[in-house]
């Protein structure tokens, strides 16, 4: 982060909001209350240029540690998700340092073997469950790294389904895991080798490989940027999926 005027989203304050102190990296400042942390920090004067993404609790990008007034507990949340607090000392972590394996995923099995070479610290679990307490997705991390020792890879591919990679459980392992990276690789090996192949998604590929959508790229690089914004604008919007199950836009040449 580097301190300039404050930029980003713009927030939309109650009239009533009233000003609280939070410290950012030790420094104390003066911010609305209500702000979540990521706009807290914004507001004080500091400009992202990284530790940000979605803004919307995806991306994974913005991992915070922090102490809140009056609590001796170290807490760890996202900081586009959780709202600042009155006295908290926060700091972000840019990146959680892990040796991220490097394998190939056509010579690789599901096996304890394969999680023996590329994760061996995964068998150092003490089962203390502070990843699960730690993770803003509220996954039960330590229950998917129980799975993986089991051999139940299905499940630790469902249950670390919603990772979105941000850390935290690694930050805080007493045993050293990279509770995430050995999920990916399971999740990888399932999607791989266990679950059936999308239909849908092989014909896709098939499609793009033979070239079907050229025409329509090489047409949409010929217009004007003012014919696209009016495309743009006046494109068919797709309903939720509850309102009409069999939908279909107008036009499926493309389809
Ligand atoms: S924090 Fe580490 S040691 Fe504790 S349960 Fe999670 S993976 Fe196991
Ligand atoms: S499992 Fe770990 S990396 Fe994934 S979301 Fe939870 S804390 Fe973040
Ligand atoms: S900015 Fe993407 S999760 Fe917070």
Known sequence: MTTVKPSGDKPNLPPTSRLIEVFIMGKSYKVP??????????????????????????????????????????????????VAEDGMYLVQLPFVPVQKAIYNIEEEKATLAAIEKHYPETFRCVQCNTCTKACPMDIEVMQYIAEIIKGDYKKAAELSHSCIMCGMCAARCPAELQQFNVAMFIRRMYGRYVLPKAEHLKNRVEDIEAGKYEPMLDELQQVSSGELVKRYKEREWEPEPYEVPDWKPKDTKYL
């Open 33 to 82: 209350e209500t702000l979540t942390i990521q706009k807290a920090i914004e507001w004080a004067g500091f400009q992202f240029i990284r530790s940000c993404g979605c803004r919307g609790g995806i991306c994974g990008a913005c991992p915070t540690i922090y102490r809140t007034k009056d609590d001796y507990k170290l807490k760890v949340g996202l900081a586009c998700q959780t």
